[in-house]
Structure formats: structure tokens, C-alpha cells
């Protein structure tokens, strides 16, 4: 479980959120979103590089310059884009195109294995 301090109708409060729950953060007009099943929270951090850093880095990836997302989370990975489980769609970058593809793949296998 992570905790985190978000912004919700303007009072600041923390939240507790199972990383399975999480798909993925991205920036938007310099604030950082948390992106879930059910809901986004506006995160009180102001750095993506301390949010990237806090996260698991076996569970969580890059795929474009403002977006982490939870490898568990995806659906499908296209060139341009990928698809969460709950149908949302977050663009991959050509740079982050092929680790992307690569850890998706690995995910995949470990689940097979278990």
C-alpha cells in the first residue's frame, strides 16, 4: 500500500492506494495525476522525478516523457499508444517504445509462470 498527499476539491488530504489499484501518474498543466480504476487524485508533488522514484521500479515504467504507468495495468501496447484494462489510453513515446514492449512481455511471462 503507498500513501500519498493529494488535492481533493481544494483541501489537502492523504490517501491510501494499493499499487495494484494505481495504472499509471502523468503530468498536465505541471501537476501530477494519479490515475486508478475508478478515479484520478491531483498529487500535492510537484516533481515527477521523486514520484518515479518512489515507485517500484519492477511494477512501474516510463512510456513517454510525462507518464509512468503500472506494467499490470496494461491491456495492449500499440506503437503510439497504450490501452489500460478499464480501456483508457495513455501515448508511448518511439524512444520508450521497445523497454516498454520488453517489460510488458516480461510481466506477462512471470504472471504464466506462477
Known amino acids: 500500500m503507498i500513501t500519498y498527499d493529494v488535492l481533493a476539491a481544494g483541501e489537502k488530504s492523504t490517501i491510501r492506494l494499493l499499487s495494484n489499484n494505481i495504472l499509471g501518474f502523468y503530468m498536465k498543466d505541471k501537476n501530477i495525476i494519479i490515475k486508478t480504476m475508478q478515479k484520478e487524485y491531483l498529487l500535492q508533488e510537484k516533481i515527477f522525478k521523486n514520484v518515479i522514484k518512489a515507485l517500484k521500479s519492477d511494477e512501474y ?14 491491456q495492449e501496447i500499440r506503437s503510439d499508444s497504450l490501452v489500460f484494462i478499464n ?3 495513455f ?7 521497445k523497454p516498454l514492449l520488453n ?3 516480461n510481466s506477462i511471462i512471470k504472471e504464466a509462470g506462477n
Open 87 to 89: 480501456n483508457d489510453i
Open 61 to 74: 515504467i516510463e512510456c513517454s516523457r510525462n507518464h509512468v504507468v503500472n506494467i499490470n495495468g496494461i
Open 103 to 105: 517489460a510488458f512481455n
Open 91 to 97: 501515448p508511448v513515446s518511439r524512444r520508450r517504445y
